[in-house]
């Protein structure tokens, strides 16, 4: 792949990952604002956002026509959830018990903790689905 191609698809990556992470920042917050734990709110957040995502890259990021839509299906979910359910979870977890004793409030904890977790989950997912979700069959 030509590095042109490669940043205009990493382009069109952030884009989709830019509209998909609002989506899941304003269903997090909105949930977490009616008294939902912010766990549970994350994993609904980022179950609907997902959808969005399967559709948004394959058809617009990585242009793939692979009409073995069930494989890309299955690979999509289980990179997608492990990067959501597993990596952000530990993120999350992690960054909020380093960040307990500093003072700062719970929401600010929460938004720095998803900030890195989105990083890091991006991250995961471009490199994935890149290499395997939406990889151009010849």
Sequence with gaps: MSRSIKNSQLARFALVGGVNTALDFGILFGL????????VANIMSTSLAFVFSFFANKKYTFKTSDTNIRREILLFIIVTLFGLWVLQSLVIKGVSLLLVTTGLNDALILLIAKLLATVVSLTWNYLMYSTVVFKKTT
């Design 32 to 39: 977490k604002a009616i008294g939902l734990d912010p766990l």
